[in-house]
């Protein structure tokens, strides 16, 4: 079995500030995480991925993330947020080799001018 | 372009009309997928397929039907629509060990 918990549902930073939106995981076997980012009205676009390569992972747009097996999380960072980060990202896992994808509910991420 | 197509964009029916939400996909993917966007709730997935009429059950099964008759192809049926259907869906599709890409989304509505 598997599961994803992204722990805040909304979190709000200014533009030029470190960004952060935390993910743990639970899975029987090693997992492969994804972030997935959704921008209004828009289907969505992979941000980064881990499959037991590297546990720090860099993805599109200056975000990256670090598999922390010990504390099974997953979080998203970035070091300088802009307007255009302004979106709902998902955590998702799922077992390596596995097409069967399990989401987090998602974080909301505002961008304040 | 290597894209996942989804159509219609959106549509608005009534209760237990029948209709089709159809996906295709160009970049020859074994995979294909569909799920439902609620709010609070993330995606889940409501069936997918492995490969041409190989399709198996995800979280959220009930009241959908899908066929994989052709590989690029993986129509989502609602052969009796409910309000509680009303939701973004999404395809997607992928290769073995890699990430899915997902569709633009349908936005169904039920009355």
């Known amino acids: 079995a598997q599961s994803v918990t992204q722990l805040d549902s909304h979190v709000s930073v200014s533009e030029g500030t470190p960004v952060l939106l935390r993910c743990n995981y639970s899975s029987s076997y090693s997992p492969s995480l994804f972030w997935y980012v959704q921008h209004p009205n828009k289907g969505l676009q992979l941000l980064l991925k881990?499959?037991?390569?590297?546990?720090l992972v860099k993805g599109i747009n200056g975000f990256e993330a670090e598999f922390k097996k010990s504390e099974t999380s997953f979080h998203l960072t970035k070091p300088s947020a802009h307007m255009s980060d302004a979106a709902e990202y998902f955590c998702?896992?799922?077992?390596?080799?596995?097409?069967?994808?399990?989401f987090g509910t998602g974080t909301r991420l505002t961008i304040i001018p | 372009e290597a894209q996942v197509t989804q159509n219609p964009r959106y549509l608005i029916t009534v209760t237990g009309k029948k209709l089709t939400v159809t996906c295709s996909q160009n970049?020859?993917?074994?995979?294909m997928s569909w799920y439902r966007q609620d709010p609070g709730l993330g995606l889940r997935q409501i069936y997918y397929s492995m490969n041409v009429e190989v399709t198996d059950k995800g979280d959220v099964p009930e009241g959908y039907k899908v066929s994989r008759k052709e590989k690029r192809n993986f129509p989502l049926i609602l052969e009796s629509p409910s309000p509680n259907q009303t939701s973004l869906y999404f395809c997607?599709?992928?290769?073995?060990?890699?990430?899915?890409?997902f569709g633009p989304g349908t936005r169904l509505t039920v009355l």
């Open positions: 881990y499959t037991s390569a590297a546990t």
């Open positions: 997607a599709s992928s290769t073995l060990l890699n990430e899915q890409f």
């Open positions: 998702v896992v799922t077992l390596f080799g596995n097409e069967k994808l399990t």
């Open positions: 970049m020859n993917h074994e995979y």
